[in-house]
């Protein structure tokens, strides 16, 4: 049975940095994407950063220049280092496992941007 387990969320201040993590065990496939959504209360789930096993990558614009995303496929990990956070970024974030063009979902990590 696979399992996705999220860490890293928090409180930080606007301008601060946080970084997550994500690991995808219980599967002998190959993960072929791995990713980060996130939801604000009262919001739809909104998809943040994808990278795929070959490590081609895909921010949504509210990201672009501020986090970053990468994998260590060895560890079957993913990380998000999230900079210049701002109070809009607040949410619970999601790691998303692609195996076998099946999703499989973290329980949710929460961050929260406030001074």
């Known amino acids: 049975q696979v399992q996705v387990v999220e860490s890293g969320g928090g409180l930080v201040q606007p301008g601060g940095s946080l970084q997550l993590s994500c690991t995808a065990s219980?599967?002998?496939?190959?993960?072929?994407?791995l990713g980060w959504y996130r939801q604000a209360p009262g919001k739809q789930r909104e998809l943040v950063a994808v990278?795929?096993?070959?490590?081609?990558?895909n921010y949504a614009d509210f990201v672009k220049g501020r986090f970053i995303i990468s994998r260590d496929n060895a560890k079957n990990t993913v990380y998000l280092q999230m900079n210049s956070l701002k109070p809009e970024d607040t949410a619970v974030y999601y790691c998303n496992v692609l195996i076998s063009a099946r999703p499989y979902w973290g329980q949710g990590t929460q961050v929260t941007v406030s001074s």
């Open positions: 990278i795929t096993n070959g490590g081609s990558t």
């Open positions: 219980g599967s002998a496939s190959t993960i072929y994407r």
